[in-house]
């Protein structure tokens, strides 16, 4: 293998073992195993059938940012995110977003540049959700009287900033597309004329994949659907809480949920190994340590939730990257 691909793998599975160790350090195993089996696996699967929901939605709101481009059909898209997913699940450096870019471009003709940015917008309103949820959960804990670590708060901030930052970097670019194109051909001026007018070429795509930000209509369905995601996942999450039946009384588990949410996707973001598995367990324990739940307990519901989603998304990605003929190895976005 090439060090220069080493050293960073190297580097996600050192972030593995440190945040596993971080979730799984004050564990007793033999509960651990007692849990696990006495949980309420009809929950478990009503949690997974909120999740797979979500992906139908995500696939929706897909549908509406192409929706400027190109109208394709909620059944050519499924496959695409799926098979993304699970390339996240199986690769590292998370190369499923640039296989969704590049299935979509080939099979529907369309710029894999401009594909590829319509992905990076839904990431940017997924963040925007992150604020919204973990807001929410702040706001349901003033009535419960529970004030949350610095830590949580210190990561709303961090959120607003990243997120917020990220989504008025792609507003301006659609809105100042000419001056931002006018820079980038000042730049490239001293390389050679092909290669400084692919960058040409994909910057405009690129800006194409954007335009659903254009539309109040869009962006308002847009959101609604990004809600309607979150919604689930939350929705999933309390249902893990009451498989395990941790936080008892209705209205911590509804603080509770919320506060996973945001948080376990904020873990994921760590570029650990394939699938987020660490960060997503350390994540798991440090949202529901601020309600008070012992480790043992709060490692249980997240290595489970983390179990369900990452078989059942990694199950269906294989079947359809099997069903198209797809290989595993890492596309390239290449207009």
Known sequence: MNPRRLLPLAL????????????????????LAHTLISADYRLIALAALCWLTGYGLRTARWQKFLAPTKKIPFARLFSPL?????????????????????????REGLSKTMALATIVAERVADGMMVIV???????????????????????????????????????????????????????????????????E??????????HAFKSAGQVAAIGALSLGVWSLDALAYFAMLCAFGA???????????????????????????????????AAGVFALAAFGVNPTLAASIALSAHAVQYFMVTGLGLFFTWRAGI?????QVDD
């Open 12 to 31: 996600s599975f050192l972030l593995t073992a440190l945040f596993l160790a971080l979730a799984l350090y004050r564990v007793d195993f033999e509960k």
């Open 82 to 106: 799926i098979i993304g997913f699970a390339f996240n699940n199986l690769l590292p450096g998370r190369p499923g977003e640039f296989a969704r870019a590049y299935l979509l471009g080939t």
């Open 133 to 199: 949820f973990l807001l929410i959960a702040l706001g349901a804990s003033i009535p419960l009287r529970l004030v949350f670590p610095a830590g949580v708060q210190t990561l709303v901030a961090l959120a607003v900033i990243l997120f917020g930052g990220a989504l008025a970097g792609l507003l301006l670019l659609l809105a100042r597309a000419d001056r931002v194109l006018t820079s980038v051909r000042v730049v490239t001026r001293c390389l050679p004329g092909a290669l400084a007018a692919r960058i």
């Open 201 to 210: 070429k994909m910057l405009n795509a690129f800006v194409v994949g954007l």
């Open 247 to 281: 936080l008892p009384d209705v209205s911590w588990r509804a603080a509770a949920a919320p506060l996973m949410t945001g948080i376990i996707n904020l873990g994921i973001m760590i570029p650990a190994a394939p699938g987020g598995l660490g960060p997503y367990e």
């Open 327 to 331: 290989s595993l190895a890492q596309p």
